[in-house]
Structure formats: C-alpha cells, structure tokens
C-alpha cells in the first residue's frame, strides 16, 4: 500500500489546515487509518486514528477538540482537518494504514500501523 500525504504549509496561529491522505491502487476504506507527527528533536507521536467502519474515532489529548478525522470514499482519502492552530503543532505529518484491523479497531500505537506514507509538513507561526 502506497500511501501520499498532501495539504502542508506555513500558516499563523489560529488558522486552518487540512491534510489529506490518498493510496494508489488501494482502498482506503478497507483500512483502520491514523495520522502520526514528528517534530524535529521528537519522536514520531500519535494525533489521530479511525476505524475501519468509520464509526470510531480517536486524538490525541493535544488536538482533541481542534483536529477531526474522517473519510473521503468518494475520493478514496482519509483526511485530517485542523483547526486553531497552535505553534506546537508544527512538525511533518504522517498518515499511516493499519491493514489487520478489525471493524471496530482504532490504533493508537506506531507498532499497529504496516503502512506509511512520506509525510507532509506543517509549520504554524505566531
């Protein structure tokens, strides 16, 4: 599974983005999907993750609130809209594909995760 994140950039404090996370040849609905970041110095940390069905959703308490994850079936995406951005969320954002999920599962964990795209950056200024 060849996963591409797109939907990066410079914006200020308080403004918006949306990432967006396509797969070649695949469909995403079949897959429990999460986005990860890592900022330079960091470790790679869990944001947000959705379940195979969609039904189930799961953030970090950092963007719990700010950040939404959903599905795309139409444009076979899953994507992550961010809103009130904070400087602390600058880092370079990772979407990943759990294949071995089941229906309900939402994964929370780097291990989980089999597949991963390239990452897209994020800096937010204040």
């Known amino acids: 599974v060849q996963l591409q994140a797109s939907g990066g950039g410079s914006v200020q404090a308080g403004g918006f983005l949306r990432l967006s996370c396509a797969a070649s040849?695949?469909?995403?609905?079949?897959?429990?999907m999460g986005w990860f970041r890592q900022a330079p110095g960091n470790e790679r940390e869990f944001v947000a993750a959705?379940?195979?069905?969609?039904?189930?959703?799961y953030y970090a308490d950092s963007v719990k609130g700010r950040f939404a994850i959903s599905r795309d079936n139409a444009k076979n995406t899953v994507d992550l809209q961010m809103n009130n951005l904070k400087p602390d969320d600058t880092a370079k954002y990772y979407c990943?594909?759990?294949?071995?999920?089941?229906?309900?599962?939402?994964?929370?964990?780097?291990?989980?995760?089999?597949?991963w795209g390239q990452g897209t950056l994020v800096t937010v200024s204040s």
């Open positions: 959705l379940s195979r069905s969609g039904g189930r959703t």
């Open positions: 990943a594909a759990d294949i071995r999920a089941s229906t309900q599962t939402v994964a929370r964990t780097r291990s989980e995760y089999d597949y």
């Open positions: 040849g695949r469909t995403l609905s079949s897959y429990a």
